[in-house]
T-cell receptor, first 111, second 116 residues
Framework: QKEVEQNSGPLSVPEGAIASLNCTYSDRVSQSFFWYRQYSGKSPELIMSIYSNGDKEDGRFTAQLNKASQYVSLLIRDSQPSDSATYLCAPRGTSYGKLTFGQGTILTVHP | GAVVSQHPSRVICKSGTSVKIECRSLDFQATTMFWYRQFPKQSLMLMAT?????????EQGVEKDKFLINHASLTLSTLTVTSAHPEDSSFYICSAPGQGGNTEAFFGQGTRLTVV
């Protein structure tokens, strides 16, 4: 089993729709979780961080964490073409700043 | 804000030569930095943890003699790909831990290495 697994995608949604991205992780010790967005040829940029069970909202983005199920998700509301990118789920590893990335989900938002 | 600068952004080298990639923390000190590699259409894979003043810690399967890491100062880590081969062609990214707050890590811009 991979340490971090994401829904394979690619995911295509129309502009204005909700995009739902999912991630499961195997390390029960993980306490901190991050969603990154990566455009082609660029470094990842942080979208959301979540540390506690439940929902966390930031603008159009909502992260959900369920530690019992080892599941974390990201919802993007009112999707825009500029949201088209690869989204990476990343639990923190054994030390601060050390991240284990999932394989990523490619999201395409079409006008 | 805190910035990590990575250089060069692109490099093409001949097979068998060595290439050095630099990663600098511009306005903060980083006792630890991380080096990742990303092949096309794949995710970032952690290669090693660079530790200032001591040996790097390599992930399983990463050849330490091929990927030399030096962290000689609190603001600079370097990755040298020795005797590069075409299969080493990849996107290499460094990062430094965040300085508190909501930022977990600061990423460099990445280096696209092409070995011909």
């Amino acid at each position: 089993q991979k340490e971090v697994e994401q829904n394979s995608g690619p995911l295509s949604v129309p502009e204005g729709a909700i995009a739902s991205l999912n991630c499961t992780y195997s390390d029960r010790v993980s306490q901190s979780f991050f969603w990154y967005r990566q455009y082609s040829g660029k470094s990842p940029e942080l979208i959301m961080s979540i540390y506690s069970n439940g929902d966390k909202e930031d603008g159009r983005f909502t992260a959900q964490l369920n530690k019992a199920s080892q599941y974390v998700s990201l919802l993007i509301r009112d999707s825009q073409p500029s949201d088209s990118a690869t989204y990476l789920c990343a639990p923190r590893g054994t030390s601060y700043g050390k991240l284990t990335f999932g394989q990523g989900t490619i999201l395409t938002v079409h006008p | 804000g805190a910035v990590v600068s990575q250089h060069p952004s692109r490099v093409i080298c001949k097979s068998g030569t060595s290439v050095k990639i630099e990663c600098r923390s511009l306005d903060f000190q980083a006792t630890t930095m991380f080096w990742y590699r990303q092949f096309p259409k794949q995710s970032l894979m952690l290669m090693a943890t660079s530790n200032e003043g001591s040996k790097a810690t390599y992930e399983q399967g990463v050849e330490k003699d091929k990927f030399l890491i030096n962290h000689a100062s609190l603001t600079l880590s370097t990755l040298t790909v020795t005797s590069a081969h075409p299969e080493d062609s990849s996107f290499y990214i460094c990062s430094a831990p965040g300085q508190g707050g909501n930022t977990e890590a600061f990423f460099g811009q990445g280096t696209r290495l092409t070995v011909v």
